[in-house]
């Protein structure tokens, strides 16, 4: 059922935060799952900060993750249309909700003006959540390292979503697939657009992340003082028809500064609901 609510769009300008005021990490309860990834794990509790962006139960919009007790970290292409949109947080399965599963309304929508539809770059965006939450087992967030100097150099990762099947409809669980960084000149070569500092390029060998992971995660496991986390290192953003080659990907720690300025400014816009 729709609500009467209208989230407001706000698109953010600037860059604001001191390096010296950066912590590590965003989050200090971040990175943290029941399972640690030796392969592909696909228990419930395994990734729980995957967030469902969806308009209605039936109208799945794009993947997301959460980054903050309010905010979900998402692409921007997906927040064009914010109306009535929500974000269904601990869930595992799209054809039913678990009683594991909490929505939240989306009540303020960030894109990064910088992004170009045509380019298909700074292709991030932010969505403040209407009220904070609650971490367990099934919902926790997933670490966003804050010093851009001090990100660990990663050429694999774990890439994941909600991925379309061959019928165009979304799986009924979530997909996780894990993909090496490659050559920027061979990725130049499938996609014909440059790839750009705020962008890596990473594929498969028998195959990619399709239109379901749009928004999605591009994770790896990185020990931060001891004890290993999970870090979001990059956001799915577009990749080549029939998901048979390179995917397209925002590097997350380029836009660290966006990202703690926009939470900032955010956490003090009052909405009337």
Known sequence: MRCSWIPI???????????????QLLEPQCGLSRVDIGGLDFRHEAYPWMAYLYHDE?????????????????????????????????GHYTASRSNSSTVYRVTLAFRNRLYSEENHVHDIGLLRLDREVKFNAYI?????????TVIPRITTYTAMGWNMTE????SAVFQAVQLTEMNLITCYD???L???????????????????????SLVQIVNI??????????????????CMGPGVYVRVHYYVDWILNVIRQGLTLKINQ
């Open 194 to 216: 440059p790839v750009g500092p705020g962008q890596l390029c990473a594929a498969n060998p028998t195959g990619n992340t399709c239109s379901g992971y749009s928004g999605g």
């Open 140 to 148: 926790r967030p997933i670490c966003i390292l804050t010093n851009s």
């Open 167 to 170: 019928n165009n409809r979304t």
């Open 190 to 192: 499938y996609m014909k």
């Open 9 to 23: 769009f706000v698109t953010f300008v600037g860059l604001l935060l001191r390096k010296e005021a950066l912590a």
């Open 58 to 90: 039936n109208d799945f919009v794009c993947g997301g993750s959460l980054i903050h007790k309010r905010f979900v970290l998402t692409a921007a292409h997906c927040i064009r249309h914010t109306e009535y949109l929500s974000v269904r947080l601990g």
């Open 225 to 242: 003082n001891g004890t290993r986390r999970f870090v979001q290192f990059g956001i799915a953003s577009y990749g080549v028809p029939r």
